[in-house]
Each structure stands twice: as C-alpha cells, then as structure tokens.
C-alpha cells in the first residue's frame, strides 16, 4: 500500500552554529511509511559514515523486503506480525555494517551513531530507537515525548538521583548508553502505538532538544502545523537562534488519513487459502 | 581538529584541515597540499601532526620555510602561526585555538558511555595513533566533565525561563535585549486592540483560510506565511515565501484586517 498521500513528510537538517559538518542523517519513504533519523560520532568525518550507513543501509533493505511483503502480514511460525521483527532485522544489520566498518578501518574506530526508526503501516505507527535522538508526538494540541533516551542522564532521572529540572542543567548530556555500530550486536527498543488521523510527529536529534525547550518546539508545530515544511525549517531555526551548538535534524509526520492494513474479508480468504 | 588556511596576497584560497599524521606540502602533485608555484620546492615541507600537537619541518626546500618571518628547519606550531612559502601564507589554526570553547564543543559531542567498547575499538585499531586519539578523547572527556562538575554550570547558558504567564507580559525576557514588538488593529471588530509579541512566535488569521506567523528572533520580528492561498501584506505589498523582517510602524493586512506592528520602547 502506498502511503504517499497518506503521510505527509518534511525534513529539515542543518549542521547548526558551530560544527563544520552534519553528522546527522536523515532519510524518508514516504510510499512504504518508512522515516529514520541518525546522529553520528566519532573522529573527524567517522561521524557521518555511521548515520550515513544507518539510514541507508534501513531504507534500502526495508524497501526491498516491502516490494513484497506487508508489514502487517503474520508469521506462520510465531503468529506474529513481520513488522516489529523486520525492523529490528534491519536495524541490526546496521549495526553490523557500521561496526565492521569500524573494526576493519583504523579512521573509523569506535565511530557510532544513535537512530530512530518510524515506520507507519495498518493506522500504526512503530518505532525502533537508540541512543538521544527522539520521536515527539502532537495529538489533539497535547505534546509529548515519546521515545525514552537511552543516556545516563534518564537512567539518573530513572533511579531518582537527579530530577528533570537539574537535568536540563546538568554538564553530561551528551553521555548515551547505547548506540548502533559500537558493540556487534544491540538490542534497539521497540514499541508500537496506534496513530490517529491529523498527529503530528518529530523525529529530532539532541542538536534540536537540547537547544529549544519541549515547551516552545510543542508551541511551534501547533502554531505553524498548518504548513509543515515551514514548521521544519522554523524548528531548525529556532534551535540556531539559541546558539546552534550541534547538528539540528528534524522529520516532521503528519497523518492525513486513516490507513488500515488489508484486513477485509479478502485478506482473511486469502490468508485462509494460503 | 586542528587546519591550514591558505591564502594569498590575503585571499583565503582554502582550509585545510590536519587529519593525517604526515600532510606534505609542495609544488608536486602528489603533495597533500600542492602549491604550483615556482617558488615552492617539488617536496617543500611536511607537518606532523601528533594528537593536538602540529610540528613543520622543512625537507630542505631551496627557497626555505619562513614561519612569522624567521627561517626555520623544525617548528612546533602555534595556533596563529603563519607559514610563508613564496607569495603563499598558510595560516596555522590549531585545536586549541578557543581554549574555552573549543574544549566545551569537544565535550558536548555525543559519547557512547562504553569504555570497554571503546578499548576494544582501539586495541583491533592497528594504528597506534588511532589508539592513543581514542585514550586520548576518553581522558578529555573525563577531564573535561571534571572541569565542568567543579565550575558548576557557570559557563552553562543560563537556564531558559519559563515563558511569562499571560497576566504579567510585561516581565516576559527580552532575548538580547531586544526591544519587545507589538501589534495594533486598525481595522476589523477589534480594531485599537493591541497585542504583545513577547512569544517566540504568535500566529495570526483564521486556520484554513489565511494564517501567518510572527517570529520573535534575536535579530527582531518576522512575518512568515503559512497557510492559504493569499499571503499577507506588508506596506501594501504582498510578501514571499521566505520569513518578512519587520520594521517599526509597518502595517501588515491579512486575512482582511489591518493591523501596525510597533516597537515598544
């Protein structure tokens, strides 16, 4: 099913105020709902090889694997939808392509790089993340964050060593505890959430949340929603306007419509038949 | 990282960053930096670079390399340094260069929390160079949080205030102390009515029929449109797609309304 007039996507990357180049990557396919967003790190421009083969390494396969199968579809052998298992299956082949490339290249070592995967599919939306790099999501004027960072900072708010406003403070944002490509295998956090026709959701890099609080980014795609590009480019802007200290990505979704998965008495007959 | 920038008669030609150990310089192609110019020997000069630190050495070139106007054969690089070779300059701009800075950027990339990871990328790294630039990193790290923790959060920007509730405008921040816009109706149900822009950014008109936005920014008001098929004017011309400044007493109509944006003194 072709999601293209279903989604509406626009993307906006810049490598903000300070940095000499983008480390973040970002990618959509609209036809397949797919969005996903990279920050990169490591020595010089390691960084960018990381998100770069993330997100191409994802959209390709994932392109590839829907040209013939429907993320909706049931395993015969778990009984349970493909869809949670195929993007977890890319994004660990991400993750050994990066970390390869880093152990085969002495320029590359260490190099890595946080993810968020979106994938939209049957008036749902699924999301795979690694690292800082959030989904947000804004539903009947109400925003929200919805992926949990995977930094010492929220596992200290976690365990109650420090509360959210000392986090905005704190010196050690930058800390992750899990990333693609540095360990041979990861385990990327997965979770699935029905979508409702007109939310909105951002994907961003930390470049954007650590430079423009929830408050005003929320303010910001409810005011300008009307005209997404413009809300993309205002967001990058916003976060440059505040000091621009690191690389600002953002991917804004709109849900336009509903989009069921083929679920009808069709569906049922032939996977009856098969 | 530290980078060369080359320039001559103070025409900045390129940057060039440092990222090898061995960066050549000379007239032959093969050089990382070739200069094609007569002055300049086949082989002329080489930097080694060392972790943060950058020395330049001759290779016995015939004209000599001259850094801040004294011949040298070796020369540990300073940040500011000037290489002549010829009429060409080769600024030396090294990775310390903004101290403060430069070590809270190094800081604020982002890390994965893995040390043990982080070593085993080192040892299978053959390089030793790599190897160190990684214990390397590591240790600035530390020693960067360290400074960091025991400075508090001084050289943190100050924490953002929440936006002024409604009731007290007045107080809202004024962000580089610029002074706070607002806007009158002139025309409409509500004309002599005046509103505050002390939000990052207002919206304006009527969703689905005509709406824009006004931006409050560090380098003062826009007027951006979002949606509809009629965009706004300003002064009576229509304005484009790409954010509008605003100026003191200009008269914006939209949606049918008119309405003068001011500065408050």
Request: hydrophobic share 40%; aromatic share 4%.
């Amino acid at each position: 099913m072709d999601l293209t007039q279903t989604l509406e996507i626009a993307t906006c990357t810049d490598p903000g105020m300070v940095r000499s180049h983008n480390e973040d990557s970002i990618a959509a396919d609209p036809a397949n709902g797919l969005v996903v967003l990279a920050d990169g790190m490591g020595g010089y421009n390691a960084g960018e090889v990381a998100s770069g083969m993330a997100t191409t390494v994802i959209v390709t396969e994932m392109r590839q694997i829907l040209s013939n199968a429907k993320p909706y579809q049931v395993d015969e052998k778990n009984n349970q939808e493909i869809a949670a298992r195929l993007v977890r299956d890319q994004v660990l082949k991400a993750n050994t392509s990066i970390y390869q490339a880093a152990q085969s290249q002495s320029q590359y070592a260490g190099m890595g790089t946080t993810l968020v995967v979106c994938l939209f599919y049957d008036n749902r939306i699924l999301v795979a993340h690694l690292g800082d790099s959030r989904l947000y999501m804004l539903r009947e004027g109400k925003f929200r964050q919805v992926t949990r960072d995977h930094s010492l900072l929220q596992e200290q708010i976690d365990s109650g060593i420090i509360t959210p406003e000392q986090a905005k403070k704190a010196a050690h944002k930058n800390l992750v505890t899990k990333a693609l490509g540095i360990d041979p295998t990861v385990e990327p956090e997965i979770h699935e959430y029905p979508t409702k026709t007109g939310d909105i959701y951002l994907l961003c890099s930390d470049g954007l949340c650590d430079m423009v609080d929830d408050e005003d980014i929320g303010m910001t795609l409810q005011a300008l929603g009307g005209n997404l590009k413009l809300a993309a480019q205002q967001l990058v802007q916003m976060a440059n306007d505040n000091g621009g200290r690191d690389n600002v990505s953002v991917i804004l979704v709109r849900v336009l419509r509903e989009y069921p998965g083929a679920k009808g008495v069709m569906a049922k007959m032939f996977a009856w038949l098969k | 990282m530290a980078k060369l920038i080359l320039s001559m008669d103070g025409l900045v030609l390129k940057e060039i960053p440092l990222t090898k150990e061995r960066t050549t310089i000379g007239r032959k192609p093969h050089n990382d930096i070739q200069i094609d110019n007569l002055a300049v020997s086949g082989e002329h000069a080489v930097i080694v670079t060392i972790l943060n630190d950058s020395f330049l050495e001759d290779l016995g070139s015939t004209n000599g390399t001259v850094v801040n106007g004294n011949p040298i054969k070796k020369h540990f690089l300073q940040n500011n340094d000037v290489i002549e070779l010829g009429k060409y300059k080769l600024k030396f701009v090294g990775e310390a260069a903004p101290a403060a800075t430069g070590e809270k950027a190094d800081f604020e990339k982002t890390m994965v929390l893995r040390p043990s990871a982080m070593k085993a990328a080192a040892a299978a790294a053959p390089g030793g160079g790599a190897q160190a630039a990684v214990a390397q990193r590591q240790a600035a790290v530390q020693a960067a949080a360290a400074s960091a923790q025991a400075a508090g959060i001084a050289d943190k920007e100050p924490p953002k205030p929440a936006p002024a509730p409604a009731a007290a405008p007045a107080a809202a921040p004024k962000p580089g102390g610029q002074p706070l816009g607002a806007i009158q109706l002139l025309s409409g149900g509500n004309a002599g009515k005046e509103l505050e822009l002390t939000k990052p950014l207002t919206t304006l008109g009527k969703p689905g029929v005509q709406v824009a936005v006004l931006t409050r920014r560090p380098q003062g008001y826009f007027i951006t449109h979002v949606e509809g098929d009629k965009r706004p004017t300003v002064n009576g011309a229509e304005i484009g797609a790409a954010p509008h400044s605003l100026k003191d007493h200009d008269v914006i109509e939209l949606a049918g309304v008119k309405m003068e944006f001011f500065l408050k003194a």
